[in-house]
């Protein structure tokens, strides 16, 4: 590796630490979301002295540097992605509608959508259509996956839905991602307990 490269990943690891608060929470607290191999874009982790959500989204290149400078970037827990309009109105000019697929102007796209159905049936979680349709992805409602198949008949599990979690295999989301020409975005969002 160039002196370049192991100073990044260096300078990575420092960031890393600073936004999981490690000096306060302990190394082992950035473990719980996600490794190498798996990300976790979507989890709900309630400790002793806070609740902690992350979720993870994808933005177009050009709205990064906004994101970035706004905390509260618009995907915050309760943030369902439900399609909704806009209407711009002028003095003089032709009202103009906007159909805004994920909810908002921002064309931030979440990776895991909350659906809720006024209590009529239970809440649930989907993984986002265009993610499962990119890795043409099956299903599997007993395990809570969503596999590929390979031609020959094997199954790789690429999305793993848990009780407290949403992962997603690291390669894949960003194949994704790359292929989009996209960024993905962690929002990692606490409130102290009790």
């Given at each position: 590796m160039s002196r370049t490269s192991e100073g990044a990943v260096i300078?990575?690891?420092?960031?890393?630490?600073?936004?999981?608060?490690?000096?306060?929470?302990?190394?082992?607290?950035?473990?719980?979301?996600?490794?190498?191999?798996w990300v976790i874009v979507e989890a709900t982790v309630k400790r002793e002295t806070e609740d902690?959500?992350?979720?993870?989204?994808?933005?177009?290149?050009?709205?990064?540097?906004?994101?970035?400078?706004?905390?509260d970037w618009d995907l915050l827990p309760g943030h369902d992605g439900t399609p909704t309009?806009?209407?711009?109105?002028?003095?003089?000019?032709?009202?103009?509608?906007?159909?805004?697929?994920?909810?908002?102007?921002?064309?931030?796209?979440?990776?895991?959508?909350?659906?809720?159905?006024?209590g009529a049936r239970p809440p649930s979680m989907e993984l986002c259509e265009e993610f499962r349709l990119f890795h043409n992805l099956f299903h599997e409602l007993a395990r809570e996956e969503f596999i590929r198949l390979a031609e020959n008949g094997d199954e790789e599990v690429i999305v793993r839905?848990?009780?407290?979690?949403?992962?997603?295999?690291?390669p894949e989301l960003m194949r994704y991602v790359t292929a989009k020409g996209w960024c993905s975005r962690s929002t990692l969002t606490g409130a102290a307990t009790g």
């Open positions: 300078e990575r690891e420092e960031t890393l630490r600073y936004l999981a608060f490690e000096d306060v929470r302990g190394p082992a607290f950035r473990s719980q979301f996600g490794g190498p191999e902690i959500h992350i979720s993870a989204a994808l933005l177009p290149v050009e709205e990064v540097e906004r994101a970035l400078a706004n905390a309009h806009s209407v711009s109105v002028a003095p003089g000019r032709e009202d103009v509608i906007t159909y805004h697929r994920f909810g908002d102007e921002a064309r931030i796209e979440p990776l895991v959508l909350h659906r809720s159905f006024f839905f848990r009780p407290d979690r949403v992962e997603v295999r690291r």
